[in-house]
């Protein structure tokens, strides 16, 4: 059956499977056997992801009448940049299940969690539309709110610090799809259709999915969240890289570097401070 499915879409399925069992289950297996589960999942996903090695790039349309989002159903398209980068944070996904037991060894969904963001990431790193960009980027955001809402204590304050810039993150491009649909009729991501205008709140989307300084979380609290912010900052790189190959808009636009020397100096300081502290809690 999966045979008709094209290898894109098995990528993603094989994770979303995955998570469904954990989720479903996995209160009730081993911690051991959730992480064999996300490791096939994982390993599944990566598989289908080499075959595409030299694959054309043709553009794959998911159907899903009635329901017409930007009037228009997602789009997958493969690049060389797109394929290695889903490669190498897929097969960081498998390391990173693998080797992390949970929050304190219970009985935590975080391995499930952690496939249901890294298949909105692959989505966002395959999407030819800002539609598919949206879906992907709302995919990470279900997931790390589920991580938030499960964590305790400092684990779920830094969960947290991760999902609210992202939330954020997910608005913009929906603002930057319903800006698109409206002037240009269309939300392909192409040089020659995508707005300026378009291309800055993708920009920013980019940023605030980096988790930039001040509002990258200098405590987060668990190797789980660590391991998370490493796919994410994955994406959003992705994100920023495609806007300046499509147009350097970003780069024309002074408030916007204004604002990132600032945040990344405030960060530095904001760190130095916090290092500063633990060292002197330390020496107490």
Do not use: C, K
Not at 95 to 104: A, E, F, K, S, T
Not at 108 to 135: E, R
Not at 237 to 253: C, H, K, S
Not at 269 to 283: D, E, K, N, R
Request: aromatic share 6%; no cysteine.
């Amino acid at each position: 059956m999966l045979d008709s499915v094209p290898l894109p879409l098995q990528a993603i399925f094989w994770l979303l499977a995955g998570a469904a069992i954990i989720l479903a289950v996995g209160r009730f297996l081993p911690n051991w056997l959730r992480r064999l589960v996300a490791l096939v999942a994982s390993a599944a996903s990566l598989v289908n992801l080499w075959s595409l090695r030299g694959d054309s790039g043709d553009t794959i349309e998911i159907f899903w009448e009635p329901l017409n989002l930007f009037r228009m159903s997602p789009l997958l398209q493969i690049d060389g940049l797109s394929l290695g980068l889903g490669i190498i944070l897929v097969a960081a996904t498998a390391v990173l299940v693998l080797g992390i037991r949970g929050y304190r060894a219970r009985r935590t969904l975080w391995h499930g969690l952690i496939l249901v963001a890294m298949a909105g990431i692959l989505l966002m790193l395959m999407a030819a539309n800002l539609p598919t960009l949206a879906l992907g980027s709302g995919l990470i955001d279900l997931a790390l709110m589920a991580m938030a809402g499960m964590a305790v204590g400092d684990t779920g304050r830094g969960a947290w610090r991760m999902a609210v810039p992202g939330v954020g993150s997910t608005l913009l491009l929906v603002a930057a799809g319903l800006q698109m649909s409206t002037e240009v009729g269309t939300s392909v991501l192409s040089a020659a259709r995508i707005t300026d205008q378009a291309l800055i709140l993708l920009g920013i989307a980019g940023l605030l999915r980096v988790l930039v300084f001040p509002l990258h979380p200098r405590r987060l609290g668990s190797p789980q969240n660590a391991a998370t912010l490493i796919l994410l900052v994955g994406s959003g790189l992705y994100l920023l890289v495609r806007v300046q190959a499509i147009a350097p808009v970003l780069a024309g636009q002074a408030w916007i570097l204004s604002l990132a020397g600032i945040a990344f100096l405030a960060g530095a300081v904001l760190t130095w401070i916090g290092q500063g502290w633990t060292g002197a809690a330390i020496h107490q």
